[in-house]
């Protein structure tokens, strides 16, 4: 086998002209279009890649996405239509949305893996849905408890006399339960997104395994949690008395919430990056394309975690002017990462 070179071909001024008009759409919709822009940002990465000298192509695909978006706003014209008292019961939504999660995943892997070529090979992505729905498992006993247990919350936090107490040790169990069944849903949908990709009908072999994946999840939120979440906890009882915030007027609290919220993001920062650094590790390395390529992964996880860090902290500075070079600059560095060997 021989060693190829990977490279980046693109810009952060390149990538910020081509994202302004997916910020203006998902400001408009409210968020709802942040997965679109992503792929789009995805797509934009992916088609400046260079393996070898040769270009990573997209080529037309014959899945239609049509179903997925009818799917997707017939979830939210129902959720409205909750908040205003016409449309079904809120746990008949979610058990309905995690019901179709499956479909929603598959449609969009499919679409997003089968656009992709290289050197005249194509990938494509054969998981079958009754596979994905096994692999969903965890998913789906999330949404059938929170299904039952909503009524019984929504009253509760709705009730004037929640304690801090009783608020914090009911975060805490439901964090406790929720966070290594999506860590596991996680990884089953990543193994599938490899295990069931064929590149030119070679299979592809998936060095990354369960109990790795999970602890690196739990570390993760360890961190998470001592560096962020609870000194923001901590800080917010200080200044003003509670965790549920239930005594101040509505628009205190509002600013309380989104003051907190870009507080946790800064602290956050070094946590989010350490976990995608070793993510990255543990998604790439050692992975092989049977009888075509294999794949090491040297990234050097402290200098990755400075280089979001900062990145990170400039972006939330620069009110998100900065994300486009900070995007870029995080690919560079993974794709510098990867020794890429073929036959």
Not at 307 to 332: E, F, P
Request: with cysteine; aromatic share 10%.
């Amino acid at each position: 086998m021989r060693a190829v070179a990977v490279a980046f071909t693109g810009s952060g001024e390149e990538l910020r002209r081509r994202s302004r008009r997916d910020f203006l759409i998902n400001v408009v919709l409210g968020g709802l279009y942040t997965p679109v822009a992503r792929r789009h940002t995805a797509d934009y990465l992916a088609s400046r890649t260079t393996i070898d000298g040769a270009p990573i192509e997209h080529v037309p695909v014959a899945r239609r996405r049509w179903p997925a978006i009818v799917l997707v706003a017939a979830f939210v014209a129902l959720r409205v239509a909750d908040e205003f008292g016409h449309g079904p019961p809120l746990p008949l939504l979610i058990v309905g949305a995690v019901l179709f999660f499956p479909v929603l995943w598959t449609t969009a892997a499919a679409r997003t893996i089968d656009a992709i070529q290289w050197r005249g090979m194509r990938l494509t992505f054969e998981a079958p849905m009754a596979e994905v729905y096994r692999a969903s498992w965890p998913l789906l006993l999330l949404g059938v408890a929170w299904a039952f247990a909503q009524p019984q919350v929504a009253a509760r936090a709705a009730a004037a006399s929640m304690t801090d107490l009783q608020w914090l040790l009911g975060t805490a169990a439901a964090a406790a339960v929720a966070w290594p069944l999506l860590a596991w849903q996680a990884f089953n949908l990543r193994r599938l997104r490899f295990t069931h990709t064929r590149l030119a009908q070679a299979p592809i072999a998936w060095a990354a395994r369960l109990p790795a994946y999970l602890r690196q999840c739990f570390l993760s939120g360890v961190v998470l949690l001592a560096t962020a979440v609870a000194p923001v906890l901590l800080l917010r009882t200080v200044l003003f008395g509670s965790l549920t915030l239930q005594r101040l007027p509505v628009t205190e609290a509002a600013l309380v919430y989104g003051a907190a919220f870009v507080l946790l993001l800064a602290l956050s920062a070094p946590a989010r990056a350490w976990h995608e650094a070793r993510m990255h590790v543990l998604t790439w390395d050692g992975l092989r394309v049977t009888g075509t390529a294999r794949i090491d992964c040297v990234l050097d996880v402290r200098t990755f975690v400075r280089l979001r860090t900062l990145d990170a902290w400039r972006t939330i500075g620069t009110l998100g002017w900065h994300r486009a070079q900070a995007v870029v600059r995080a690919y560079q560095a993974k794709l510098a990462s990867l020794r890429v060997w073929v036959e």
